[in-house]
């Protein structure tokens, strides 16, 4: 069973840039310590069922962050609320 990880922060190389990707993911332990993951480790996580990665909205509802593809096959997160651009990841603050 997938454990389930919110994602309060993100990395990209470029951070004004909608076009660039995701570079690292991370949160908060239940104790307080940090934890960061790059973005391919997090999509493995994933798609192999051992992490379900969800973020929540400024509103407080919590939405699911799933592996889509691409039109170039390239593979990135995003949530089930997010349209064509991940809105709600790129949204959350960078990662110390």
Known sequence: MATSVRIQCINKSDRTNAWERIRY????????????????????????????????????????VIVAKSAAGNKYLKTTADGDQPNNLLSLPECP
């Not at 993911?25 to 940090?34: A, H, K, S, W």
């Open 25 to 64: 993911v991370g949160g908060l332990n239940g104790d307080g310590t940090r934890w960061k993951l790059s973005l391919n480790d997090a999509i493995s996580g994933v798609e192999t069922g051992k992490y379900a990665f969800y973020v929540e909205r400024p509103a407080g509802d919590r939405v699911n």
